[in-house]
């Protein structure tokens, strides 16, 4: 069957059927009452009901018949005929109060529903019979449903709540159907429906789509499942949250009521207020921030890992708890949403982070480099001392965050820093080779002092890919030229040739060394010659 959705919960659509028992009888009577009633026998293939075709006349006289499975055929031929049978209204009616068989009692009641309006006049009646045993109560449960006009819910919502509490499946699932009939009007019915929701899994699906019903309008829907977040049933303020959950957007007027519900002594409770706040995703009212900030310190792991969540998605702070917030950094399934939620926080977080680049454990002290990485240059720029310092830790984890740190704000201190990073590309591993040198080319035009040895690195054919980007990455102005200039007299023809088309892009600061020009201008490689040749004409040309 097709699926229809509760605000954005899937659910599948029910139809009331009989009880199991009739299902069982329905072929069987089906083909025994045409010939007791003087008729043919349809074909197997022909349906139950729509191929035999009997006269009102004849239709009352099944519903004498002394076989119950006859009268009762009878009851479910009145029901798919619906309002034409209201001729049969009061033999129905007689059947639902005094047939000896409880099978024929409930079809007359399921009849009676179909038939509607002609009805109406028994629902005083039906709310009695509610209470009675399968399987007359629950079709009668249903029929309310049908039946109820206004002026009978003050008795039938009452009775319809009550049937939800029973003991008796049939009749629970009766009543939610009928409380999903009767629509808007059942609002009352709401917290009952969702203790059944929680008590009952396997009736959820049509309890959502009663609530579909009764609350058609989501800012409707949100301030009714917010009044349940205050009910004593920690399963009724679960599956209220869980509903708000679909409708987030309409329930940003009830953030201080699900704030408050941070503090349920249920954790399954608290972890849906926090992933309900996350959906909402808002800056929230002034105690919302304080009261995610304290879950942080919540005993249940995933607690603390939805409220880090939720605080990034609104992307608030945590003022006096920005220290529960970076301690979250030494857990490790909790450490990639507080690098974000830390960096959100800014310079502040730094002395806290600064007592984490000393903690034992490396993985908190890589975090920790992360976090400052993440904060961008101008947050960042007062912790690149400490980014500088775990450039020489004993881990190469710390290392290598350090140093992506370093890149990530784009290192200045270069007076201490250039040498930190030289040894780094001489003796790191690998990936702290290309983190360093990816420092350098961040580092731009100030990073010049380096050129020698990028060169030299180049001659040795040493991370040529890299190098070349740092170079590229430093050769940024003219005020490089001059420490280009020992690489002009290197023995190596790449390193020559490289530092000639890096000082080509400024040829007028070539033209304070002509001397070095006309040794180019000699080289023995053709290449060599033919640039410095084009800029001597450069510079020479009026």
Same mark, same amino acid.
């Given at each position: ?28 009577? +089906? ?31 099944? @519903?004498?018949?002394?076989?119950? #499975? ?46 509607? $309006? ?18 007359? $109560? ?73 609530? #579909? ?31 708000? #959950? ?24 608290? !972890? ?8 909402? $995703? ?21 607690? #603390? ?26 857990? !490790? ?34 975090? +920790? ?11 960042? !720029? ?76 180049? +001659? ?27 690489? @002009? ?16 892009? @400024? ?5 304070? @060394? ?29």
């Amino acid at each position: 069957m097709r699926s229809r959705p509760y605000h954005g919960v899937p659910v599948s659509s029910v139809r009331l059927t009989t009880l199991a028992v009739w299902t069982c009888l329905a072929f069987h009577a +089906a083909h025994n009452a045409p010939t007791l009633l003087g008729q043919s026998e349809p074909s197997p293939s022909e349906g139950a009901y729509s191929k035999v075709q009997i006269t009102p006349e004849q239709l009352k006289q099944a @519903f004498a018949h002394p076989d119950w #499975r006859v009268r009762w055929w009878a009851t479910q031929y009145a029901a798919q005929m619906g309002s034409e049978a209201q001729f049969a209204t009061s033999v129905l009616a007689r059947l639902m109060r005094s047939d000896p068989s409880p099978e024929v009692r409930a079809g007359a009641i399921v009849a009676l529903a179909k038939v509607g $309006g002609a009805a109406r006049w028994l629902v005083p009646e039906l709310v009695e019979y509610t209470q009675r045993p399968v399987p007359v $109560g629950p079709a009668a449960t249903w029929a309310l449903g049908q039946l109820t006009t206004p002026q009978d819910y003050d008795i039938v919502i009452p009775a319809l709540r009550q049937a939800l509490l029973r003991p008796n499946p049939p009749v629970r699932l009766a009543a939610t159907l009928a409380l999903k009939d009767l629509g808007p009007v059942a609002r009352e019915a709401v917290p009952d429906l969702l203790v059944i929701a929680a008590a009952y899994p396997s009736l959820r699906a049509q309890v959502y789509e009663a609530l #579909r019903n009764i609350l058609p309008r989501h800012d409707e829907a949100a301030a009714s499942l917010a009044e349940a977040l205050q009910h004593p049933e920690p399963g009724v303020r679960e599956q209220a949250l869980i509903l708000l #959950r679909t409708i987030a957007v309409h329930a940003k007027p009830f953030v201080p009521a699900i704030a408050r519900v941070l503090e349920d002594d249920q954790v399954r409770v608290r !972890r849906q207020a926090l992933a309900l706040l996350a959906d909402i $995703g808002i800056a929230a009212a002034p105690d919302c921030v304080d009261r995610l900030a304290r879950t942080l310190r919540d005993k249940d792991l995933e607690c #603390r890992r939805l409220a880090l969540h939720a605080l990034l998605v609104m992307g608030q702070d945590c003022g006096p708890y920005t220290g529960d917030v970076v301690a979250c950094l030494k857990h !490790r399934e909790l450490r990639e949403l507080a690098i974000e939620a830390v960096a959100n926080i800014g310079r502040r977080a730094l002395p806290k982070l600064e007592e984490l680049l000393r903690d034992p454990d490396p993985a908190t002290r890589a975090a +920790a480099a992360t976090a400052i990485g993440k904060m961008g240059p101008i947050e960042a !720029r007062p912790a690149e001392p400490l980014l500088l310092n775990a450039i020489r830790d004993p881990s190469g984890l710390v290392r290598a965050a350090a140093l992506a740190a370093l890149q990530q704000i784009g290192p200045q201190d270069l007076e201490r820093g250039l040498p930190l990073l030289m040894e780094r590309i001489q003796s790191g591993q690998a990936s702290e080779q290309t983190l360093a040198l990816g420092c350098l080319r961040e580092a731009g035009a100030p990073a010049a002092p380096a050129l020698p040895f990028l060169l030299d690195l180049l +001659a040795r054919g040493r991370h040529a890919v890299a190098v070349q980007r740092a170079l590229d990455g430093i050769c940024t102005d003219a005020s490089v030229v001059p420490h280009l200039r020992p690489a @002009f007299r290197s023995s190596n023809r790449t390193v020559r040739l490289t530092a000639l088309q890096l000082a080509a892009r @400024f040829p007028e600061a070539l033209a304070a @060394f002509p001397e070095d020009l006309a040794t180019l201008a000699q080289d023995p490689d053709p290449q060599i010659r033919q640039l410095a040749n084009q800029l001597f004409n450069h510079l020479r040309a009026p």
